[in-house]
């Protein structure tokens, strides 16, 4: 069964930095496509970055420049560096993956930053 499960601090003030990792596991094959999705209270899901086929990587407008996906295939691991945090940026942080057609979905980690 595949299993995607999140790791990392959810709480700083303004300014500051959090990084998240998601992992993979129950699946010999590497997700075609991962990454991060977010949802802030009272507003839809959106994405935030992900690595597309292809090596390419899509990031929202809103957090370009201040956060930075990267991956580690060797451990079917992703990590989402985020810094400059604004308070905008609360919301639940979810990793999502495509794995052979099929998608799956973390458990989801608040992140609050005070202003």
């Known amino acids: 069964q595949v299993q995607l499960v999140e790791s990392g601090a959810g709480f700083v003030q303004a300014g500051g930095s959090l990084r998240f990792s998601c992992t993979v596991s129950?699946?010999?094959?590497?997700?075609?496509?991962i990454g991060w999705y977010r949802q802030a209270p009272g507003k839809q899901l959106e994405l935030v970055a992900t690595?597309?086929?292809?090596?390419?990587?899509n990031y929202a407008e809103t957090v370009k420049g201040r956060f930075a996906i990267s991956r580690d295939n060797t451990k079917n691991t992703v990590y989402l560096q985020m810094n400059s945090l604004k308070p905008e940026d609360t919301a639940v942080y979810y990793c999502n993956a495509l794995v052979m057609a099929q998608t799956y979905w973390g458990q989801g980690t608040q992140v609050t930053v005070s202003s």
């Open positions: 129950g699946t010999i094959f590497s997700p075609n496509v």
């Open positions: 690595f597309a086929p292809g090596g390419f990587i």
